[in-house]
């Protein structure tokens, strides 16, 4: 998948591919498909990918029974027996906002233990509908037209077993869109750019909002607030903006 840049408000065409950027001088350079655009001030609002596992079954379903939104995609699997995979912060809360919906939910973690804050921890082990299997890796998505079943693979014998769902949900990550930034602005050695409150990235005259910004917390409404401080400060970079 590209990075792509909206250029509707000028009138030219809704979204092109960002190929390439250039954020050395005054005058920011973004180039596109057979084009190249200069502006005063860039704001980079390309959020993140769900780290993928790799394995058979998860493209081939994706969409099929293959998710990473829980609030998006739940309401769907309505009693069906569903896997959620990754038993970090991300993992356990989407499975416990699941449970308003599936018959029950079976937790799938790599490491021998949860990562989860310990109260998500404490709440998920008071849940009946709720199932782990710690210490395993996921084999396979199996299924014909849609998701039937997933083979897990423990990690201290070998053994594999076939577990019986209609939905897989899968929180093993989250991969920032910013490889077209490397050698411009400042990252974080995972990707994310180093933005302060304000927006402001390294670079005057670029900015960052929502998940691709580093920060603790990544919502809708984080990332609302940040498009929002993101719109006033260049607002006020440009009015005062001078070429050399």
Request: include cysteine; proline fraction near 3%.
């Amino acid at each position: 998948m590209g990075v792509f840049l909206d250029v509707s408000g000028l009138g030219i065409h809704p979204i092109k591919e960002v190929l390439s950027v250039d954020f050395k001088n005054k005058i920011k350079v973004i180039k596109v498909e057979e084009e190249e655009y200069k502006t005063k001030a860039v704001i980079i609002a390309t959020g993140t990918q769900p780290k993928k596992l790799n394995i058979p079954g998860e493209d081939k379903f994706r969409g099929r029974g293959v998710a990473y939104c829980a609030t998006c995609d739940g309401p769907l699997f309505k009693d069906k027996y569903i896997v959620v995979i990754g038993a970090g912060n991300s993992g356990v809360q989407e499975g416990l906002y699941l449970l308003r919906f599936v018959k029950s939910a079976t937790v799938v973690e790599f490491l021998p233990h949860m990562t989860a804050e310990k109260i998500l921890q404490e709440r998920t082990l008071k849940e009946l509908k709720m199932k782990f299997y710690l210490n395993h890796m996921v084999a396979s998505i199996n299924g014909e037209n849609k998701v039937e079943s997933v083979t897990i693979k423990s990690r201290a014998t070998g053994e594999e077993k076939k577990i019986e769902a209609q939905g897989v949900f899968i929180y093993v990550g989250l991969n920032p869109m910013t490889g077209f930034l490397k050698g411009q602005i400042e990252l974080d050695k995972s990707g994310y750019v180093l933005a302060g409150e304000d927006t402001k990235t390294s670079v005057p005259g670029v900015f960052a909002a929502g998940d691709v910004r580093q920060k603790i917390l990544r919502q809708i409404t984080t990332a609302i607030g940040d498009g929002a401080t993101a719109a006033f400060v260049v607002e006020r970079y440009v009015e005062e903006f001078t070429a050399d």
